[in-house]
């Protein structure tokens, strides 16, 4: 029951940061046009595209729960499976923000060494969607 109570306080305390997150990820979705979103993470630009993508994942820090809608949400509105995918990958495994927490924790040459295989990798792994899809 002590952890209930625990975990109810901390969810509590993180509503309004979902909430914000929820409200700004659909002001932007309605204010950038389906066409805006095709052009920059469509087809056409795909190699570009991708490697933007896997750099905004990196400096984003969204819950999963809620970019996973989000990604749909872009894909629906025209963005290319690739650049969707590069950006989900890497918002999942790398952590450009939380780099100093995790360097304190485990170390620079720790948290270095997995913050470049995760791009790395998250950028294989969108690649391989676009070949799979």
């Known amino acids: 029951f002590a952890a209930m109570k625990k975990s109810k306080k901390i969810m509590s305390n993180m509503l309004g940061d979902f909430v914000a997150i929820i409200f700004m990820i659909g002001l932007i979705l309605t204010l950038v046009p389906p066409e805006t979103i095709r052009t ?27 970019a996973f809608p989000l990604v749909g949400s872009l894909v629906d509105a025209g963005a290319s499976i690739v650049p969707a995918v590069a950006f989900l990958t ?44």
Do not use: H, Y
């Open 90 to 133: 890497t918002l999942t495994m790398v952590g450009i923000i939380t780099f100093p927490l995790e360097k304190k924790e485990f170390g620079t040459r720790f948290a270095l060494s997995r913050n470049i295989l995760g791009f790395i990798f998250a950028l294989f792994i969108a690649l391989g969607m676009g070949v799979v899809l």
């Open 40 to 66: 920059f993470l469509g087809e056409a630009n795909a190699g570009k595209a991708t490697v933007a993508a896997a750099i905004a994942g990196s400096v984003t820090l969204i819950p999963g729960f809620l």
